[in-house]
């Protein structure tokens, strides 16, 4: 007897689940599909022009830096989904060579100069957002009225949580328009119905877990209510929706235990309405966010699961 | 009561993974594998110190004679499982660690012949004589763990067992070892137990099934009622979660505390045993039969998974070739099952008394990516342990820092490997860095 076909030898486990990096990164992409498609329709074909120059262009970025960085190059999802995210919190007008740098920010600054995939310590879409914001404010804070038309140019407007913003609708009439998309803001933000839809279908596939967008939501409509504020209205107004699950969820940037995770967001949603009530910025999501996102290495070192068996004050070492 | 409310709150799911059951061999019942014409036997089949070989070659053995005598209390003899000859005593890789170890070779003479057996009325035995029937008897935990069971039966005075639970969990996927023998071997099992509950004095004891086996919960329950135990017996439908068979998991999910970090499942007075184990355990001190056989699923990709009663020392070639041979797209063979199995060097690797399954597959080797901070193998982790800490850790050779988070408390069940989306062998960081440690502990 013998059999010398030669075997191949493993570690165990030889059994392995479905997850993988890229379904992750592309059950994030067609979550991203209807709000995606809802910026198109609300804001016009200029908005298809944004996404397809940010996606190609963080693709690009993204293999030239694992080229100079000598590490393969493989199309997980993420910079993709890093090229979708950054246009849907622009402008719905913003100028495409704006576009162009802003997503090279995000991809080489923002994400590879810290490691890559799962080194960054700030969320890249997020990240550029701020950079372009801060590099050319006038080009970043001209919002339009939605123009529910492919080709329309588009009235500059303010948006609902801005300086001067007048609306001749009815409080009820106000909330269905944030509910459905219909008001002036960033390209992908203002429909919070297409947002959670986006969002039931991460929770739906285990890509996200409920705590951090619950949490952050909560926080900010208890909070806002405290200080006087329309709970309703700044649930629905801005980036939060879209932050609070597309964005404060990044696995990457935000702490990895569940109890860190509400801390994470308790404190994205309280500087969101400090932000918003006493900052001189109308907005305040993506600082909320980059903010927690500094402090979630500090959250996971002190925030720890307690193993199973561990005694407190007993220190001992198991027996081999 | 806490953790019970953060758990209903999904603040802390309960940990663990669902890999598919893939249960292929459970419809079939146990067969007797033909007498090899000769077996390979290790010397180290259990944890502890190797056996001693006490046959030179030529010597003629029957079945059942000591071939090699444990060498010290925490070790176990090991018996012939063939009547023959003893054509060498050979090197041999271990099925276990896959290093070489020293092994006893008998080509059999075809008759079977065995030594001849005492058997005895358990009730009338005192403690020691029981202890020294299950010693003699060459038994270890069948589960897998391999730890000599004489040493489990011999509690320090200071702890004292106040309750037993079977583990009839088989939560590795494939595996049916254990279901088959519930289901036709009900009775040795119930009176293996009865006979621990005995030694031990011990008035309670629980079965644990994972759910996804009715049918031997159902025949448990029913031979549980009809049999005359010492004590209340509970058969226990436990969730089928990997890795429910784990003692401390068992033991959480049982009686709803948790063994102390470091400390050993009868530090909160329990004493988990394996249901083959019990089967076994009742052969040796009722029938005076020493540990020579047990059942193994052959399963995989091989056409026809079978359960079978197979020899210590049989190489597992020869058990794939009664299930139809060798697929020719297999090219992996685990001893145990999918999750913490041991992938073997040859398919003549012998079955030895920790092997309850033989897994044929395909390999699934897969390219290591980034950790990108999921927090899925924390998710999973059934020690509530964070498992990619380990990974980071043994990277940067910070080896220091791996005990503040608890590393020796893995129980390297491979639930975080299982979930990580970046394809990262966390167990194999891990047992790096526990080897590290060890070594620094050791300076």
Request: aromatic share 6%; hydrophobic share 45%; with cysteine.
């Amino acid at each position: 007897m013998g059999n010398s076909t030669p075997l191949v030898l493993s570690p165990a486990p030889h059994l392995r689940g479905r997850a993988s990096i890229s379904r992750d990164m592309y059950l994030v992409v067609i979550a991203l599909l209807l709000p995606t498609v809802g910026a198109i329709y609300f804001f016009g074909l200029y908005v298809l022009l944004m996404l397809a120059t940010a996606v190609i262009t963080a693709v690009l970025t993204e293999y030239i830096a694992k080229l100079m960085r000598k590490r393969p190059f493989n199309l997980d999802g993420s910079a993709i989904v890093t090229g979708i995210l950054f246009v849907l919190v622009l402008p719905p007008r913003t100028p495409l060579w704006i576009v162009v740098v802003g997503s090279i920010f995000c991809i080489a600054i923002a994400k590879e100069a810290f490691g890559g995939l799962g080194h960054n310590i700030f969320n890249p879409a997020l990240a550029g957002r701020i950079f372009v914001t801060v590099s050319f404010a006038g080009a970043l804070n001209r919002f339009i009225a939605p123009t529910n038309s492919w080709l329309a140019d588009g009235i500059t407007t303010a948006t609902p949580l801005g300086e001067g913003f007048i609306s001749t609708m009815s409080k009820g009439e106000l909330y269905k328009a944030l509910f459905l998309g219909n008001v002036a803001g960033s390209a992908g933000e203002t429909s919070a119905l297409l947002i959670l839809i986006g969002g039931a279908i991460l929770l739906a596939f285990g890509v996200i877990k409920w705590h951090i967008p619950v949490f952050y939501l909560g926080t900010v409509f208890v909070l806002s209510f405290l200080m006087g504020l329309d709970p309703l209205l700044h649930i629905l107004a801005g980036g939060l929706m879209l932050g609070a699950f597309f964005m404060a969820t990044d696995y990457v940037t935000s702490p990895l235990t569940t109890r860190g995770k509400i801390i994470f967001a308790v404190g994205a949603g309280i500087l969101v309405v400090l932000i918003r009530k006493l900052g001189s910025m109308p907005e305040g999501v993506a600082y909320s966010i980059l903010l927690m996102n500094a402090f979630t290495p500090l959250i996971d070192r002190y925030v720890r699961p307690r193993p199973y068996g561990y005694v407190k004050g007993v220190k001992k070492e198991a027996s081999p | 009561m806490n953790t019970r409310v953060f758990e209903l709150l999904g603040l802390k799911s309960p940990a663990g993974v669902h890999p598919p059951s893939q249960k292929l061999a459970a419809g079939h019942a146990i067969e007797r594998a033909p007498l090899p014409k000769s077996v390979t036997l290790p010397l180290q089949q259990h944890i502890g110190a190797p056996a001693k070989a006490v046959v030179k070659k030529g010597d003629k053995v029957k079945v059942g004679q000591v071939i090699a005598e444990a060498s010290g209390f925490v070790s176990a003899p090991i018996h012939a499982t063939i009547s023959g000859i003893v054509k060498q005593l050979a090197t041999v890789a271990s099925p276990v660690t896959g290093h070489p170890v020293s092994g006893v070779i008998i080509e059999s003479d075809g008759k079977d012949e065995w030594i001849e057996l005492t058997p005895a009325d358990p009730e009338a035995l005192s403690k020691e004589e029981v202890l020294t029937r299950v010693k003699d008897a060459g038994i270890v935990g069948m589960g897998g763990a391999t730890f000599p069971t004489h040493v489990k039966l011999s509690p320090p005075p200071e702890k004292s067992i106040k309750s037993i639970i079977v583990n009839g969990a088989e939560c590795e996927p494939y595996i049916t070892a254990d279901d088959r023998l519930m289901l036709e071997e009900t009775d040795r099992i119930l009176r293996g137990l009865k006979t621990m509950m005995q030694v031990l004095s011990v008035k309670r004891a629980y079965i644990a099934i994972e759910e996804n086996k009715p049918q031997a919960i159902a025949r448990m329950r029913q031979a549980v009622t009809e049999s005359s135990l010492p004590g209340e017996v509970e058969v226990v439908a436990v969730p089928a979660k990997y890795p429910m068979g784990a003692e401390k998991t068992l033991v959480k999910a049982i009686l709803g505390v948790e063994v102390p970090e470091g400390g050993l499942p009868m530090d909160v007075g329990a004493l988990v045993q394996n249901v083959a184990t019990l089967a076994a355990v009742y052969d040796a001190v009722a029938l005076g039969k020493p540990l020579v056989e047990r059942v193994v699923t052959v399963t995989g990709l091989v056409s026809e998974p079978k359960n079978l009663l197979v020899r210590f020392g049989t190489a597992a070639l020869q058990l794939i070739e009664l299930c139809g041979g060798i697929p020719p797209e297999a090219d992996e063979m685990i001893f145990g099952g999918p999750m913490m199995g041991i992938a073997q060097v040859s398919y003549d690797a012998p079955i030895i008394k920790g092997t309850n399954c033989v897994l044929v597959k395909q390999s699934d080797i897969r390219v290591e990516h980034s950790c990108i901070r999921c927090g899925r193998c924390i998710e999973s982790c059934p020690m509530d342990l964070m498992p990619l800490m380990y990974v980071n850790y043994v990277k940067r050779g910070a080896y220091e820092s791996l005990s503040d988070y608890h590393i020796t408390n893995c129980v390297e069940c491979g639930a975080c490997v299982y979930n990580c989306p970046a394809n990262i062998p966390i167990v194999s960081y891990i047992k790096i860095g526990k080897t590290e440690l060890q070594k620094q502990g050791e300076k």
